[in-house]
């Protein structure tokens, strides 16, 4: 079964400081995977697309990472800002399906308290 | 940011009415998805159309119903509602010519209560 999963489910920290969140999957074939920030009553807004043949790309402040081999991606956020308090949800898309069907994580909440 | 609009981004109903969520983008994107999401839950695929007078069903049962009858415009109804639809509803839609990265951008969503 495709599945999709996020660690932590929530996290606070302070800001000026890092954190990083997890995202394991078992969706098979993998296509690409991306980390969406979704503001509270918002809809989701991608945040970086890493298909298989990357392990690595930034925006900004935020850098994604993605190991196919063990099938985890982490996303780290460098000197929050109250602004990224948010639910960040990895997406993670199969291959071969005309739909190109993506698999959705319960997303980690962060708030960011100054 | 993304154009595409969602109205109305707020509805109070009773139940056993009959609502439309509206659903429009300018981007001229072919294919076009709602996504139902429960507080602190994945998103859910319930409909998509790959373009005009297409339509399919997603992966999660819905009682709801849409139609594709421009490109731009993506409407899903509800024919007598319940508090069992109670939930936040998002569209998105993506380019043909994203291929395998099927980008999809979403909109604001519809936050719909059925009392």
């Known amino acids: 079964k495709n599945q999709v999963e996020q660690s932590p489910q929530s996290l606070i920290i302070l800001e000026g400081k890092n954190c990083t969140l997890q995202?394991?999957?078992?969706?098979?074939?993998?296509?690409?995977l991306r980390w969406y920030k979704q503001d509270t009553g918002r809809g989701p807004v991608s945040l970086t697309i890493?298909?298989?043949?990357?392990n690595t790309k930034s925006n900004g402040r935020y850098t994604a990472t993605l190991d196919a081999d063990t099938k985890q991606s982490s996303l780290h956020i460098t000197a929050s800002q109250l602004s990224d308090s948010a639910s960040y949800i990895c997406v993670v898309s199969d291959r071969g399906s005309t739909l190109g069907r993506l698999y959705f994580g319960r997303g980690t909440q962060l708030t960011v308290w100054p | 940011e993304a154009d595409i609009y969602q109205t109305p981004r707020y509805l109070v109903i009773g139940t056993g009415k009959k609502i439309t969520l509206e659903c429009s983008q300018t981007?001229?994107?072919?294919?076009m998805y709602w996504y139902q999401q429960d507080p602190g839950m994945e998103l859910h695929l319930i409909h998509y159309s790959y373009g005009v007078n297409s339509t399919e069903k997603g992966d999660l049962s819905s009682e709801s119903t849409v139609s594709r009858i421009r490109t731009e415009h993506f409407p899903l109804t509800l024919e007598s509602a319940r508090p069992s639809h109670t939930s936040q509803y998002l569209c998105a839609s993506s380019d043909e010519a994203s291929g395998e990265l099927n980008e999809q951008f979403f909109g604001p969503g519809t936050r719909l209560t059925v009392l």
């Open positions: 995202c394991n999957y078992t969706v098979s074939p993998f296509s690409n």
């Open positions: 890493m298909t298989f043949s990357e």
């Open positions: 981007m001229g994107h072919d294919k």
